[in-house]
């Protein structure tokens, strides 16, 4: 079956420490999102990645950084310059930019502060 | 520039009845639309969407949504409500062609979808 894989479901950070959160795809999907998720504020785009080795910062970059080596990888690192990582995190992708087609997600990975 | 604005952040109704979640959006280009249902602690299911063919489109479980222009609104409707639709539904736009929003969506804040027996 095809689909976007995130890894862990749950994480959790201790204060000053670097995560990195897993998304794979086995859908030959060139563009690829991450995306933030709190209460009563939809979605918020960090980071998206239109081919390999090229990403773009989305609305909300500031303390992650991300990185496109391989088609079907975009590893989100969360990093301790995030001061308020607690969220819902979302990856997700589509065929190509062209944007009337539309973003398939994976089922996201929840992180908390230890 | 896009947004979404979705009117009411919670909606509640009966089994069987009809199910209206609003969305309007803002876009300085035509836009693609897209309303997406996300169960608890899972990712987010596309239920329709509409590029511009027509105006009334149809989605899984039942729903679907009209795009009205003039309104700028695309809303999402069921005639009759099941305790499975319980979930969270989100209003997408992305630009149709060219600009700094091409290619990227833009979401609402989500409506949660109430259903009582």
């Known amino acids: 079956d095809g689909g976007i894989t995130q890894s862990p479901k749950y994480l959790f950070r201790k204060e000053g420490q670097n995560v990195t959160l897993s998304c794979e795809q086995n859908l030959n999907h060139d563009a690829m999102y991450w995306y933030r998720q709190d209460p009563g504020q939809g979605l918020r785009l960090i980071y998206y990645?239109?081919?390999?080795?090229?990403?773009q910062k989305g609305d909300i970059a500031e303390g992650y950084s991300v990185s496109r080596e391989k088609k079907e990888s975009f590893p989100l690192t969360v990093t301790s310059a995030q001061k308020n990582p607690t969220a819902f995190y979302l990856c997700a992708s589509k065929e190509h930019t062209n944007s009337n087609q539309p973003q398939h997600f994976g089922d996201g990975t929840r992180l908390s502060i230890l | 520039a896009q947004s979404v604005t979705q009117l009411g952040s919670h909606v509640s109704v009966s089994e069987g009845a009809l199910v209206l979640l609003r969305c309007n959006y803002s876009?300085?280009?035509?836009?693609?639309l897209f309303w997406y249902v996300q169960y608890p602690n899972q990712g987010l299911q596309l239920l329709l969407k509409?590029?511009?063919?027509?105006?009334l489109v149809k989605g899984i479980n039942g729903f679907e949504a009209e795009f009205k222009k003039s309104e700028t609104s695309f809303h999402l409707t069921k005639p009759s409500a099941h305790m499975s639709d319980a979930a969270e539904y989100f209003c997408?736009?992305?630009?149709?062609?060219?600009?700094?929003?091409?290619?990227?969506?833009?979401f609402g804040q989500g409506t949660i979808l109430t259903v009582h027996p």
């Open positions: 876009s300085s280009v035509p836009p693609y």
């Open positions: 997408a736009v992305s630009a149709a062609w060219g600009g700094t929003s091409y290619g990227k969506l833009t």
């Open positions: 990645s239109q081919i390999v080795n090229d990403f």
């Open positions: 509409y590029t511009s063919a027509a105006t």
